[in-house]
């Protein structure tokens, strides 16, 4: 089993994306993420202007897919867009976290490998908390392996 105390110090790769939804939101996460020395590659739109939220998914989870990012960060207004976007790759397996607690769960048990964050129901503070219990809890394996294994479609 992992140590948890030593997630926090591994120094990740991280790809991230967000809509009109979320530019204040991306800013201050990947401010927070490059505070703890992680490597951010960012696809979200900077402006309010409208856009669509594939266009900005799908890099996130073609990173996470291809090995190019250990973990992805979404962000749309609802995070449901952005998460059925993010889910239709294989071996991605997003998570739609709007509470910390969420997203520790989704980690822990479903090994998710996105982070889907709803900007219109979470604050800043909260999507930061999210992000970092995401990163820092560990898949427990055991019994929800087997589960995980059963979700692709083949």
Not at 43 to 65: I, M, N, R
Not at 74 to 91: E, L, Q, W
Not at 121 to 135: D, H
Not at 142 to 147: D, I, K, L, M, Y
Request: glycine letters at 10%; proline letters at 3%; one cysteine or more.
């Amino acid at each position: 089993m992992v140590n948890l105390q030593q997630i926090k110090y591994i120094k990740m790769k991280i790809s991230i994306g967000n809509d009109h939804a979320g530019p204040e939101y991306k800013k201050a996460i990947v401010q927070y993420l490059e505070s703890k020395g992680h490597q951010v590659t960012n696809y979200g739109t900077d402006t309010e202007a409208s856009v669509d939220y594939p266009d900005f998914g799908h890099p996130v989870a073609t990173d996470v897919e291809e090995g190019k990012a250990d973990y992805g960060i979404v962000i749309c207004g609802s995070g449901n867009g952005i998460a059925m976007t993010v889910n239709k790759h294989a071996g991605v397996r997003a998570g739609l976290c709007w509470t910390k607690e969420i997203a520790y769960l989704t980690r822990l048990h479903n090994d998710a490998n996105i982070v889907s964050i709803p900007a219109r129901y979470t604050s800043i503070q909260q999507a930061i908390e999210i992000v970092e219990t995401f990163l820092e809890t560990a898949f427990e394996g055991g019994r929800h392996q087997n589960r995980v294994d059963k979700i692709a479609c083949k």
